[in-house]
Structures are given as C-alpha cells and as structure tokens.
C-alpha cells in the first residue's frame, strides 16, 4: 500500500494567492483528517470526513479555509486568500474500522506564504 | 483552551538510559490514548496506545503509563537508543466523538551517543 498521498510536498506563494493542497487517503479508509503544525500549537485539527461526509470542522481557521472530499480516494484543503499566518506544514491522515484505529498519516505538505 | 498538554518541549537523554515523556489532559471524557513519533519532513506515525481501562501497556522498549486520577500519562523508552530521537506527540481520544484525536503540542526528544 502506498500510504496517505499527499501534494505537493512544498508551497511557496505570495499573500492573497489562493493555495490548494491535496491527498489521497489509504484505499478502503472511510475516515480523513486534515491537521495543521506549528510550534506555537502542535497538531491542529482542522476538519475530518467520515464517508466523504464533513462531520467537524470546528477546527478551521476562518472562512478563508475550505475543504472538500469528492470522492473516496481524494480531498482538497484550500485557503483563498493565503496569509503569511497560514505558513505551516498541513497533514492529511486517514483510518478506517472502529473508533480506536490507529491514524496513518501523509508526509505533510510545507506551505510557505510570503 | 488545550486539553492535552505536553509541557517539556524538549528533552535530552544518554544512550542506554531511559527516557520519560509526559502528558496531562484536561477532559475526563477521554478514554483512548496514543504516542505518535514523528522523525523531520515525515508524518507522525504511531507508536504505543492504551485504553482507560488499564494503566500500562508494553510494547518491546516502550511503555505506557496511565494515571486517570491525575489525569496524566507517560512514555517510557527503555534502553534509549539514538534511532528515537524524534518528536514525540500524546494524542487523547473520547468514544463519544469516534473519529477525533486531539493532540499535544509534541516533545522532541534527543538521544545521545
């Protein structure tokens, strides 16, 4: 298996530029979360799908942060406009099965606004 | 408001010795929970969990340790060889809400020759 995809690996853009990140998740997991790093607060969940399905999105920033699951096999976190506070290394993970599974995470994606 | 709280950012230990990572939590509902490690320009991966049930969980050299009167639980890495040096996150997760972890602000730990 090939694991959590995630793309790009780097960002580098320029404030109010619109940045999208994607992945794809383990085939046969029905749950996907999208985290954020930073020093100040660690791992931060944003918003996490259980089939394709929203269920908390408490964790997003501001309306500036949106994230769709199409499908089974993929999901966009997009940030319109960009700020130099988004910069940030942003995680996609998946799992599948009961409640206490294991997440399996992607490598993260850097993104740099300037 | 953060519920987990791993309060030492870093930590330095000697080849061979122990290593001890600590994380408190605020929410009683919490009944799961789980070390992550994760090594530079990777994503974590897991590492040891436990459930509310017991108090210590064993896997080869690592080891958990669950107080749920003081809300509060460890990692235990012995002998701690330099491969371990990593960030290490305690992650806490409540039956009632099945698909969310919250975690900890990580522990970076240095394991030295």
């Known amino acids: 298996d090939a694991g959590v995809i995630q793309s790009p690996r780097h960002e580098v853009t320029e404030m109010g530029q619109e940045v999208t990140l994607r992945c794809k998740p383990i085939?046969?997991?029905?749950?996907l979360f999208w985290y954020r790093q930073t020093m100040m607060r660690g791992l931060e969940l944003l918003i996490y799908f259980n089939n394709n399905v929203p269920i908390d999105d408490s964790g997003m920033p501001e309306d500036r942060f949106s994230a769709k699951m199409p499908n089974a096999s993929f999901s966009t976190l997009k940030i319109q406009p960009s700020e130099p506070r988004d910069s940030a290394v942003y995680f996609c993970?998946?799992?599948?099965?009961?409640?206490?599974?294991?997440?399996?995470f992607g490598p993260g994606t850097r993104l740099t606004v300037l | 408001d953060q519920q987990v709280k791993q309060n030492s950012p870093s930590l330095s230990v000697q080849e061979g010795r122990i290593s001890i990572l600590n994380c408190d939590y605020t929410?009683?509902?919490?009944?799961?929970f789980l070390w992550y490690k994760k090594y530079p320009a990777e994503g974590p991966t897991f590492l040891i969990s436990?459930?509310?049930?017991?108090d210590k969980n064993e896997d080869g050299r690592f080891t958990v340790f669950l107080n749920k009167s003081a809300k509060h639980l460890s990692l235990h890495i012995v002998p701690s060889q330099p491969g371990d040096s990593a960030v290490y996150f305690c992650?806490?997760?409540?039956?009632?809400?099945?698909?969310?972890?919250?975690f900890g602000q990580g522990t970076t730990l240095q394991v030295k020759p």
């Open positions: 085939s046969g997991h029905d749950y």
């Open positions: 929410n009683s509902m919490f009944d799961y």
């Open positions: 992650a806490a997760n409540s039956s009632s809400n099945t698909g969310k972890l919250i």
């Open positions: 436990i459930s509310s049930i017991k």
């Open positions: 993970a998946s799992k599948g099965g009961s409640a206490y599974n294991e997440q399996f």
